[in-house]
């Protein structure tokens, strides 16, 4: 499963609280990828957290020849890649997109200011 979501910089203390917010932790889950885009404005990256990803793939994207050594890792990206991730990675489903938007956050795929 992959999941993606755009969330306001202010509403995130720490990866592991949004994950335990939807009902998810990692400890649990090792075979999700999660990604958390923070998006203070008037930054020119976005950041990224990944929680146990063996999908080859994002980790590409991300530019890791392995998996995070750690349960969580932050990572910066060039909007460029970040857009790539965006096309990459994608809300699977209904349900948890109505979830996100019962707590005022939008998938990513309907974001544009990364668009070129």
Not at 10 to 21: E, F, H, I
Not at 30 to 36: A, E, H, R
């Given at each position: 499963m ?10 995130v203390?720490?990866?592991n609280?949004l ?6 932790d ?14 203070p404005?008037?930054?020119g ?7 146990h990803t063996?999908?080859?793939e994002?980790l590409?994207i991300?530019?890791l020849?392995n998996?995070?050594k750690t ?5 910066h ?17 209904d349900?948890?997109n109505?979830m ?7 998938r990513v ?8």
């Amino acid at each position: 499963m992959s999941l993606s979501l755009l969330v306001p910089a202010a509403q995130v203390d720490d990866a592991n609280r949004l994950m335990r917010a939807f009902g998810r932790d990692a400890s649990s889950d090792p075979g999700s990828t999660f990604v958390v885009e923070l998006s203070p404005e008037g930054t020119g990256a976005a950041t990224f957290y990944a929680a146990h990803t063996q999908d080859p793939e994002l980790l590409e994207i991300l530019g890791l020849d392995n998996p995070p050594k750690t349960d969580w890792a932050l990572y910066h990206l060039t909007e460029e890649r970040a857009q790539i991730a965006f096309n990459a990675i994608k809300c699977e489903t209904d349900g948890f997109n109505t979830m996100l938007a019962a707590h005022g956050l939008a998938r990513v795929e309907q974001d544009t200011r990364l668009m070129p």
